[in-house]
């Protein structure tokens, strides 16, 4: 069997790494429950938001896991801040850590209620299971929505 390639351009719904999705749950103390952009094949969570639901178009009202489509993470990142916000609910991310964009600065730094951990080392992404033959393009790091306790 044939390990997939990482390739940006041919794809675009890598699937998490279930270490690596146990590692920041298990750093963050975070147990999710809804994964907002998945399918039925490869959700962490007891719940998720398939493709054809589209998770941007619902409400992230209970704890949530997000791997979002990398072609448009700048979307992604606001909709988890801001659903984190209106429902004073955790969440945590996983993405590429670009911290030079108007996404990080606007919804990341500065909130006092969002920590970042930068993962050490390119991530090997899965496709249908099986672990990517080479890392991604550029750094990844979660992103942790903390539910907010004294509101």
Same mark, same amino acid.
């Given at each position: 069997?044939?390990?997939?390639?990482?390739?940006?351009?041919?794809?675009?719904?890598?699937?998490?790494?279930?270490?690596?999705?146990?590692?920041?749950?298990?750093?963050?103390?975070?147990?999710?429950?809804?994964?907002?952009?998945?399918?039925?094949?490869?959700?962490?969570?007891?719940?998720?938001?398939?493709?054809?639901?589209? #998770?941007?178009? /619902?409400?992230? +009202?209970?704890?949530?896991?997000?791997?979002? @489509?990398?072609?448009?993470?700048?979307?992604? !990142?606001?909709?988890?801040?801001?659903?984190?916000?209106?429902?004073?609910?955790?969440?945590?991310?996983?993405?590429?850590?670009?911290?030079?964009?108007?996404?990080?600065?606007?919804?990341?730094?500065?909130?006092?209620?969002?920590?970042?951990?930068?993962?050490? #080392?390119?991530? /090997?992404?899965? +496709?249908?299971?099986?672990?990517?033959?080479? @890392?991604?393009?550029?750094?990844?790091?979660? !992103?942790?929505?903390?539910?907010?306790?004294?509101?």
């Amino acid at each position: 069997m044939n390990k997939p390639v990482f390739n940006l351009s041919k794809k675009n719904d890598w699937e998490t790494p279930p270490d690596l999705f146990k590692l920041g749950c298990d750093y963050f103390g975070h147990e999710p429950q809804l994964d907002v952009a998945a399918t039925a094949e490869n959700s962490l969570c007891k719940y998720h938001y398939n493709k054809e639901m589209d #998770g941007l178009k /619902h409400s992230f +009202d209970i704890p949530f896991w997000c791997n979002p @489509p990398f072609s448009d993470l700048k979307t992604w !990142i606001r909709k988890c801040y801001t659903e984190h916000v209106k429902h004073n609910v955790s969440g945590l991310m996983l993405c590429f850590a670009k911290t030079d964009t108007k996404a990080f600065h606007q919804y990341v730094f500065s909130k006092d209620s969002v920590s970042v951990l930068f993962i050490q #080392g390119r991530v /090997h992404y899965y +496709d249908k299971g099986i672990r990517s033959k080479n @890392p991604s393009p550029y750094a990844s790091c979660f !992103i942790f929505f903390r539910e907010k306790f004294d509101v």
